[in-house]
Structure formats: structure tokens, C-alpha cells
């Protein structure tokens, strides 16, 4: 039997009187080196993301604010969590379909990569992922 699909790394808080503050360095919440930050914000009311799986890249996803629903496929099991604080990181390996909903309206989810961007490296058929996978 395999492990859990979903993977969560702790990140630490470092917050006191004046505020928060998180932090996610190598060696702590983050197990890669980092090439690349991106984050998704503004999304539209209903609007649902991802659709696709990636051959090798490994990314850290940490919702900063808001809420967003991640589900993981990994061609015969799915789970689904809501990141909804930035104490809690989702680690999303290669060869799992991802998919995003329910974005609330201030939703910020950022997303540390261990790969520059590479179009070549997302498998966007849903279809050519099962067959790969099964
Ligand atoms: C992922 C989920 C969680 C770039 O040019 N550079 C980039 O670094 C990224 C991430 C995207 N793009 C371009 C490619 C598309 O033309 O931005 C456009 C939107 O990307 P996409 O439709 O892939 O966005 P999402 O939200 O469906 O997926 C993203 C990441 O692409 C993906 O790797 O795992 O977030």
C-alpha cells in the first residue's frame, strides 16, 4: 500500500507583538533548492485551476491568504485538502493530476518550484496521464 497523496511540510512562524511572519529555507520547511516563486491571485469567482500533472518538477504550495481547495490524483486514488494558512505547506511531487477550487476571493497561493518554467514538462491531457499512470 502507498503512502499518503498529500504531504504537508510545517512552516515555521516566526510572528511576535508587531505581526506575522513565516519562513520557508532549505534545510526547514524547504526539502529542494528553489528556481523559481510564482503565485496565483485575483482568480475569478468559480474559477477552477490546474488540470494537469508534471513529469519531474516538485513545488511547495503555501496559501498566504485566503483559502483554495487542492485535490491530488494519482491515477486510482484522489484527496483533497483546503490550504487556508501560511503555517501549512502542500509539497506536490511529479506524476500527480492537481486541480484547484473554490478559491476565496483574497486567495493568495504561492508556489516554490525546483524547476524554471518548462511547457514541456506538464502533461495537460488528462488522458495521456492515466495512461502513463496505469
Ligand atoms: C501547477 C499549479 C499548482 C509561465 O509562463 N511561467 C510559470 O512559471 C507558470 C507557473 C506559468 N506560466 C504561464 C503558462 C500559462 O500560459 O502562465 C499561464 C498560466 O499557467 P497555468 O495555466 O499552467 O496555471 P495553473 O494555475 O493551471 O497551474 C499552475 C502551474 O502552472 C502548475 O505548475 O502545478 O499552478
Redesign the pocket.
Do not use: D, E, N, P
Given at each position: 500500500m502507498s503512502g499518503p497523496l498529500l504531504q504537508f511540510v510545517e512552516i515555521p512562524q516566526r510572528g511576535d507583538a508587531r505581526g506575522q511572519l513565516a519562513v520557508a529555507e532549505l534545510g526547514g520547511a524547504l526539502p529542494f533548492v528553489v528556481r523559481?516563486i510564482?503565485w496565483?491571485y485575483g482568480t475569478k469567482p468559480g474559477v477552477s485551476?490546474?488540470?494537469?500533472a508534471?513529469k519531474k518538477?516538485r513545488?511547495l504550495?503555501v496559501c498566504v491568504a485566503g483559502s483554495v481547495r487542492l485535490s491530488l490524483f494519482d491515477g486510482r486514488r484522489e484527496e483533497s485538502v483546503v490550504l487556508d494558512s501560511s503555517a501549512k505547506g502542500l509539497l506536490?511531487g511529479p506524476g500527480l493530476w492537481?486541480e484547484?477550487h473554490d478559491f476565496s476571493h483574497d486567495c493568495v497561493l504561492m508556489?516554490f518550484a525546483d524547476a524554471e518554467?518548462e511547457e514541456t514538462d506538464y502533461i495537460r491531457s488528462k488522458e495521456d496521464f492515466l495512461k502513463n499512470v496505469i
Open positions: 523559481r510564482y496565483i485551476r490546474g488540470f494537469h508534471h518538477l513545488q504550495c506536490i492537481r484547484m508556489v518554467y
